[in-house]
């Protein structure tokens, strides 16, 4: 039987931001991905040599700076590539484009300001806070669906401490970037050469605790390690420490997941009316928001994907919708890729049952990584792969 340091199960940010911090240091890791490709939710589809389109994540701030860190560790800075500044519009009901700021009172701005700067976030909703902050009529019009576009998911009971939490910048990287061949490129940058092994197409089935750490039954094999970080969705979590860890699968059990359908279309530059936008917020549309790659353009091409509401349109529906904003059929999609993504669904009661499993998690060779543990960005899973891999250092060599 195989025996390693760590095990990291999941290759997408979180887990291979914490595979490289732990390889960093001298841990003998082995990263564990189900899928046939890296990155999880960060999804670049390559329908072209030249041309490729997220259908999950997008974009990447200089923020996120222990991504960046691993990126450096490769010596891959600098090839990021700095996405060009456009806005993201509201799609009216004619069809045309409006800012954000058309929405914006600024009266009711004015006057609801000065109740609702300096108020804590922790225990109250995003529609809470921010319906402080900018008035309940600003919410509804403007942020409401600006931050259901973000979240791909209704925002209003999201809690308000999760979401755009400050983080230290690393300055001397682009304020928003993406990487050649889409972000997943550079989560492949991360892994490629690096000093821990990636095994694709390895699903672990089940988790065992062990004295020495834990048995992890793997495609038909058993594979032995001192420390193990979970780097999956969450119910995919709590499946897999239903044995190991029955306290903590309790709670994970307990966080909702969503779908989001995504359908991305590939179409002629000189076909689409719609002009050149980061994005467009849905608000009532079967659609949360249209991502484009028009932040990195291409000379002939231009690149849509829309995230729609799960269970509004059917796929012949949705190509009509995609081809209606666009200004164009769908005989004019030149490629096109539907897929589901998946996300948690946090609510007020998550943060408090975080704290619990970190209780439960104290002292342990077991690490949780994810989406769900403190916010849904990348900057947030990689925030939280860099706390949870200086637990496992800390434990020194007991452990390993
Ligand atoms: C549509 C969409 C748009 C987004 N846009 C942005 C954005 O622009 N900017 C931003 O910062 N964030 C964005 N996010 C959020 C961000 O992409 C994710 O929260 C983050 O990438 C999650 O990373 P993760 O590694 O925690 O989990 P995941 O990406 O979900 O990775 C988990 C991995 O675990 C693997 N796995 C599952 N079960 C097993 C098993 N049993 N054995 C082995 N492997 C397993 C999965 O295959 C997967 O690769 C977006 C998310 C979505 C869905």
């Not at 390559?46 to 560790?73: I, K, V």
């Not at 609801?112 to 529609?127: D, E, H, N, Q, W």
């Not at 231009?302 to 200004?327: I, M, N, S």
Request: glycine share 10%; aromatic share 8%; proline share 6%.
């Amino acid at each position: 039987m195989e025996t390693w340091d760590c095990v990291v199960v999941g290759a997408g940010a979180s887990g291979l931001v914490g595979a490289a911090r732990l390889a960093e240091s001298g841990r003998r890791v082995l990263v564990l991905e189900a899928a046939d490709r890296l990155g999880g939710c960060i999804h670049s589809w390559r329908p072209r040599a030249d041309f490729w389109l997220e259908l999950g994540a997008h974009t990447a701030y200089n923020s996120y700076a222990p991504l960046l860190e691993a990126l450096d560790g490769r010596g891959r800075l600098g090839d990021l590539l700095t996405r060009e500044k456009l806005s993201y519009r509201f799609l009216k009901s004619d069809g045309g484009v409006q800012s954000p700021m058309a929405r914006l009172s600024f009266v009711e701005a004015a006057l609801s300001l000065p109740f609702g700067i300096g108020r804590a976030k922790a225990g109250r909703t995003v529609a809470d806070w921010f319906g402080r902050l900018l008035g309940r009529g600003n919410y509804r019009r403007l942020l409401a669906p600006a931050f259901a576009a973000v979240l791909s998911q209704p925002a209003d009971g999201f809690p308000a401490a999760w979401l755009f939490r400050r983080k230290p910048r690393m300055k001397s990287a682009p304020r928003k970037f993406t990487f050649p061949g889409g972000l997943q490129g550079l989560l492949e940058a991360v892994a490629t050469g690096a000093r821990f092994e990636t095994r694709l197409n390895h699903p672990v089935a089940a988790i065992r605790a062990d004295a020495g750490g834990y048995l992890l039954d793997v495609a038909g094999d058993r594979i032995a390690c001192r420390q193990l970080m979970l780097a999956v969705p969450v119910d995919a979590a709590a499946n897999l420490l239903r044995d190991a860890a029955p306290d903590i699968a309790v709670r994970l059990a307990r966080f909702p997941m969503i779908d989001i359908e995504a359908l991305a279309v590939v179409v002629a530059a000189d076909r689409v009316a719609l002009p050149r936008v980061a994005g467009l917020i849905g608000g009532d549309d079967a659609f949360w928001s249209v991502v484009t790659r028009d932040p990195v353009p291409h000379p002939s091409l231009r690149g849509f994907t829309f995230h729609f509401r799960p269970g509004r349109l059917d796929v012949a529906g949705q190509r009509a919708r995609v081809a209606e904003v666009l200004g164009v059929t769908p005989d004019d999609f030149l490629e096109a890729r539907a897929t589901v993504n998946r996300l948690p669904a946090p609510g007020l009661e998550h943060p408090g049952l975080v704290a619990e499993i970190d209780d439960l998690l104290a002292g342990t060779p077991l690490a949780l990584v994810g989406n769900y543990l403190n916010g849904l960005s990348i900057g947030d899973c990689a925030e939280r792969a860099v706390n949870e891999t200086a637990r496992l250092l800390a434990q020194g060599d007991s452990h390993a």
